[in-house]
């Protein structure tokens, strides 16, 4: 088996090294560039299909040969290709609209060349055909779709070029990469003012759509979008979106309400499109949005009934907006909602590089700076620079070149202390809520804990909430749109591939409409078990399993089952250095098909399990370590290897040992002293583990670019540096420790 994979490896690497004739004056000829894509994509082609049909995923490989036959002008086929893409996407025409910017170009390119009529006239014709036959819900968003940046495409493909100067050849590589950015130039610079024309006519024909500044008691402005179909005269329920991504996003948010008959309502936050406020995320919507709310419900379009959705900072709002909660908001639909202080800008206390790219996009103008927020090459540039100089991190914005007050001011509330309890309802607040609530989150999302965390403050405070979750196989993305067929590379299973917009809407109409109850809310929490197609309702959260599994930090070769109980204490050492930052990764070879990273951790394997197993829940149990430091940072990741061999993530957890136990309030602790840190707010799952898998824990300590460094001074994290490292951190993980897996069985 290895000889066969080495081989196909080296097989593949030749194909890829092999190269292309493209002569050295299509790069300053725009005329010989023209005559000479057709040929090398054609060429491209047959390598791509030779190199990668087999290749596991299968949406790369579908992506880039619709480009490819686009460059090749073999339009029919691109389009059944893209057709193929979309089907493999997802399923029941979720993503019918996407890439549709180089369907109406293929279409038009085939309308042309059959009708024998001018390029402008195929593509006014094509689109009004491809348009009216999407669903209203799809259409909503086409705009979005096509609105490339040209200047941007022109550049890349400049860039593209350059890289052939002085040479007579282009490798595989460089050759899918030139043909794709030739495509995006010569697709959106041949359709973009066109089609954006054609949508402007539509959206005038069917909607009103009308933004205005909203001036608050205290003076300040806040820009809001109203769409409104004009079929729909009637005062209707209002579906507001309180929005810090201002831009094309409002009036497809807007429209999308519209489409599915209600009036939408988008309102940016302070300092953003027309206001001339100061913009702080996070620290006005708990004031903002009574007010909006108020003029909502009194407009003569409006029925006096108002609902909230959206996702991630736009699920945050919701939760905000209740803080206060306004008479004529009926209900709210927060969809992987951040956590704010909970689990964004730092998680379990601990702070991410993220944080700052984040800032930046949502505040170096007043709409959204996607080029600096793309430049992944830029921020991982920055944050690594940051993590070799050793300095602390707070140097990190200076480190970017732009000192930035919000990230300082964030970094000066380690703990969840009131800087952040004020923007959201805390504690005894969450008693006052007493409307329905539709929270949706997914295993994979990367606000999952602060979605989970909302909805258990709610029942804690309020037994008697009506709030219900529906939580799955999904992303970040996917919990506030549709299940994605493929999911960190893996297939979801079909009963997950729903409609998150659809589930949102029906509850809507459920609740403002007097509709049908939506038909999977069949109790107050409802989880689909990955790998068993199935759907399951409990009442809370406590039932998503039934009994668990301790799993010990024990050897399973020298002491049996990890699964019981050390007879004799005993512990394994591990040292991390800080001072190091040229440490190189390790892996552990699993099986002969796969490898984990390993790197500043150590790792504990069951044996093969005899039988399946249902993990269903959240990670819980403790770990009794001693440390030669006062705090330190812990990783915990929980693997599945498959009977084939292959490993999959279950769940993660990372914590500051220090706020392990209350979050807002930081107990250090006593260095060579065996203390015990609970294991609290780890990532859910739910998953069919079949028999004869295995399950590998990883325990260890975080030092990564992507986060603080905590050197275990006892300082503020923030301020340490690479000066505070002393001696290497000395982990001891004591073999009664244990990781408390949650079990369901029916």
Same mark, same amino acid.
């Given at each position: 088996?290895?000889?066969?994979?080495?081989?196909?490896?080296?097989?593949?690497?030749?194909?890829?090294?092999?190269?292309?004739?493209?002569?050295?004056?299509?790069?300053?000829?725009?005329?010989?560039?023209?005559?000479?894509?057709?040929?090398?994509?054609?060429?491209?082609?047959?390598?791509?299909?030779?190199?990668?049909?087999?290749?596991?995923?299968?949406?790369?490989?579908?992506?880039?040969?619709?480009?490819?036959?686009?460059?090749?002008?073999?339009?029919?086929?691109?389009?059944?290709?893209?057709?193929?893409?979309?089907?493999?996407?997802?399923?029941?025409?979720?993503?019918?609209?996407?890439?549709?910017?180089?369907?109406?170009?293929?279409?038009?390119? !085939?309308?042309?060349? %059959? @009708?024998?009529?001018?390029?402008? /006239?195929? =593509?006014?014709?094509?689109?009004?055909? $491809?348009? &009216?036959?999407?669903?209203?819900?799809?259409?909503?968003?086409?705009?979005?779709?096509?609105?490339?940046?040209?200047?941007?495409?022109?550049?890349?493909?400049?860039?593209?070029?350059?890289?052939?100067?002085?040479?007579?050849?282009?490798?595989?590589?460089?050759?899918?990469?030139?043909?794709?950015?030739?495509?995006?130039?010569?697709?959106?610079?041949?359709?973009?003012?066109?089609?954006?024309?054609?949508?402007?006519?539509?959206?005038?024909?069917?909607?009103? !759509?009308?933004?205005? %500044? @909203?001036?608050?008691?205290?003076? /300040?402005? =806040?820009?809001?979008?109203?769409?409104? $179909?004009? &079929?729909?005269?009637?005062?209707l329920p209002v579906i507001l979106t309180n929005n810090i991504y201002a831009g094309q996003l409002d009036a497809y948010i807007g429209k999308r309400a519209a489409s599915y008959n209600y009036v939408g309502a988008v309102v940016n936050t302070r300092g953003k499109r027309n206001s001339n406020d100061e913009n702080n995320p996070f620290e006005y919507e708990s004031r903002d949005l009574y007010e909006v709310i108020d003029w909502l419900s009194r407009q003569p379009w409006s029925n006096g009934k108002v609902g909230m959705m959206g996702g991630s900072y736009l699920g945050f709002s919701q939760w905000a907006a209740v803080k206060k909660l306004h008479p004529a908001l009926k209900t709210i639909v927060p969809q992987v909602a951040v956590g704010v202080g909970i689990d964004y800008p730092a998680q379990n206390?601990?702070?991410?590089?993220?944080?700052?790219?984040?800032?930046?996009?949502?505040?170096?103008?007043?709409?959204?700076?996607?080029?600096?927020?793309?430049?992944?090459?830029?921020?991982?540039?920055?944050?690594?620079?940051?993590?070799?100089?050793?300095?602390?991190?707070?140097?990190?914005?200076?480190?970017?070149?732009?000192?930035?007050?919000?990230?300082?001011?964030?970094?000066?509330?380690?703990?969840?202390?009131?800087?952040?309890?004020?923007?959201?309802?805390?504690?005894?607040?969450?008693?006052?809520?007493?409307?329905?609530?539709?929270?949706?989150?997914?295993?994979?999302?990367?606000?999952?804990?602060?979605?989970?965390?909302?909805?258990?403050?709610?029942?804690?405070?309020?037994?008697?909430?009506?709030?219900?979750?529906?939580?799955?196989?999904?992303?970040?993305?996917?919990?506030?749109?549709?299940?994605?067929?493929?999911?960190?590379?893996?297939?979801?299973?079909?009963?997950?591939?729903?409609?998150?917009?659809?589930?949102?809407?029906?509850?809507?109409?459920?609740?403002?409409?007097?509709?049908?109850?939506?038909?999977?809310?069949?109790?107050?929490?409802?989880?689909?078990?990955?790998?068993?197609?199935?759907?399951?309702?409990?009442?809370?959260?406590?039932?998503?399993?039934?009994?668990?599994?301790?799993?010990?930090?024990?050897?399973?070769?020298?002491?049996?089952?990890?699964?019981?109980?050390?007879?004799?204490?005993?512990?394994?050492?591990?040292?991390?250095?800080?001072?190091?930052?040229?440490?190189?990764?390790?892996?552990?070879?699993?099986?002969?098909?796969?490898?984990?990273?390993?790197?500043?951790?150590?790792?504990?394997?069951?044996?093969?399990?005899?039988?399946?197993?249902?993990?269903?829940?959240?990670?819980?149990?403790?770990?009794?370590?001693?440390?030669?430091?006062?705090?330190?940072?812990?990783?915990?990741?929980?693997?599945?290897?498959?009977?084939?061999?292959?490993?999959?993530?279950?769940?993660?957890?990372?914590?500051?040992?220090?706020?392990?136990?209350?979050?807002?309030?930081?107990?250090?602790?006593?260095?060579?002293?065996?203390?015990?840190?609970?294991?609290?707010?780890?990532?859910?799952?739910?998953?069919?583990?079949?028999?004869?898998?295995?399950?590998?824990?990883?325990?260890?300590?975080?030092?990564?670019?992507?986060?603080?460094?905590?050197?275990?001074?006892?300082?503020?994290?923030?301020?340490?540096?690479?000066?505070?490292?002393?001696?290497?951190?000395?982990?001891?993980?004591?073999?009664?420790?244990?990781?408390?897996?949650?079990?369901?069985?029916?």
């Amino acid at each position: 088996m290895k000889i066969k994979i080495l081989l196909a490896l080296i097989f593949v690497n030749l194909m890829q090294a092999q190269k292309f004739h493209f002569p050295q004056k299509a790069v300053t000829d725009s005329l010989v560039l023209e005559k000479q894509m057709q040929g090398l994509a054609l060429q491209v082609i047959t390598r791509h299909q030779l190199v990668n049909r087999q290749t596991a995923n299968k949406l790369d490989f579908l992506d880039n040969l619709f480009r490819l036959q686009m460059v090749a002008k073999d339009y029919p086929k691109s389009i059944e290709t893209l057709s193929d893409y979309r089907s493999q996407y997802a399923d029941h025409n979720m993503a019918g609209n996407r890439f549709i910017g180089y369907e109406f170009y293929s279409l038009a390119k !085939i309308a042309e060349n %059959n @009708l024998h009529i001018p390029f402008k /006239n195929a =593509l006014s014709k094509v689109f009004t055909q $491809k348009y &009216e036959s999407l669903t209203d819900p799809l259409k909503a968003k086409v705009k979005m779709m096509v609105d490339g940046d040209v200047n941007d495409y022109r550049k890349n493909l400049k860039k593209a070029l350059d890289k052939q100067k002085g040479k007579d050849s282009i490798d595989y590589n460089s050759a899918l990469a030139l043909c794709k950015s030739y495509l995006n130039y010569k697709t959106y610079s041949g359709i973009k003012p066109q089609i954006m024309q054609l949508l402007e006519a539509k959206d005038q024909a069917k909607f009103i !759509i009308e933004t205005r %500044n @909203l001036q608050t008691k205290n003076g /300040n402005t =806040l820009a809001i979008t109203i769409v409104r $179909k004009k &079929e729909n005269p009637s005062p209707l329920p209002v579906i507001l979106t309180n929005n810090i991504y201002a831009g094309q996003l409002d009036a497809y948010i807007g429209k999308r309400a519209a489409s599915y008959n209600y009036v939408g309502a988008v309102v940016n936050t302070r300092g953003k499109r027309n206001s001339n406020d100061e913009n702080n995320p996070f620290e006005y919507e708990s004031r903002d949005l009574y007010e909006v709310i108020d003029w909502l419900s009194r407009q003569p379009w409006s029925n006096g009934k108002v609902g909230m959705m959206g996702g991630s900072y736009l699920g945050f709002s919701q939760w905000a907006a209740v803080k206060k909660l306004h008479p004529a908001l009926k209900t709210i639909v927060p969809q992987v909602a951040v956590g704010v202080g909970i689990d964004y800008p730092a998680q379990n206390n601990i702070f991410m590089s993220y944080m700052l790219q984040w800032i930046h996009y949502v505040t170096n103008n007043k709409y959204t700076d996607e080029a600096d927020f793309t430049n992944f090459t830029k921020w991982d540039s920055i944050n690594t620079a940051w993590y070799k100089s050793g300095k602390s991190f707070r140097a990190l914005d200076s480190i970017s070149g732009k000192p930035n007050n919000i990230f300082q001011r964030w970094l000066d509330h380690p703990g969840y202390d009131q800087y952040w309890q004020k923007m959201v309802p805390y504690q005894e607040d969450f008693s006052k809520i007493n409307i329905p609530v539709l929270t949706t989150t997914g295993y994979y999302d990367d606000d999952q804990i602060g979605a989970l965390y909302y909805f258990k403050e709610h029942y804690k405070y309020n037994k008697n909430a009506e709030h219900y979750m529906v939580i799955g196989p999904y992303n970040h993305g996917g919990a506030q749109s549709f299940g994605f067929t493929y999911v960190n590379g893996n297939p979801i299973d079909p009963a997950a591939r729903i409609s998150i917009d659809d589930l949102a809407f029906s509850w809507f109409d459920y609740i403002l409409k007097n509709g049908k109850k939506p038909e999977i809310l069949k109790d107050k929490v409802n989880f689909q078990i990955m790998n068993t197609n199935t759907w399951k309702h409990v009442p809370d959260l406590d039932k998503v399993h039934t009994t668990s599994l301790s799993f010990y930090l024990q050897d399973r070769k020298n002491r049996g089952s990890v699964f019981d109980k050390p007879n004799h204490k005993s512990f394994t050492q591990q040292a991390v250095d800080f001072k190091d930052r040229n440490k190189k990764d390790t892996y552990y070879m699993v099986s002969k098909k796969d490898s984990i990273k390993t790197t500043n951790s150590i790792y504990f394997e069951s044996e093969v399990l005899d039988h399946d197993l249902i993990i269903s829940g959240n990670l819980s149990g403790f770990f009794n370590v001693s440390i030669n430091k006062k705090d330190f940072d812990t990783n915990t990741y929980l693997y599945q290897i498959q009977p084939d061999g292959k490993s999959f993530l279950l769940s993660t957890h990372m914590a500051r040992a220090s706020y392990a136990r209350d979050r807002a309030v930081r107990k250090l602790l006593e260095p060579n002293t065996i203390e015990q840190i609970p294991i609290h707010h780890s990532i859910f799952v739910s998953k069919k583990i079949e028999k004869g898998s295995k399950l590998l824990l990883l325990v260890g300590v975080n030092k990564s670019p992507n986060w603080q460094i905590n050197y275990g001074t006892g300082k503020d994290v923030s301020d340490e540096t690479i000066q505070d490292s002393g001696e290497p951190l000395e982990v001891r993980w004591y073999n009664d420790s244990y990781v408390e897996i949650p079990v369901y069985k029916d």
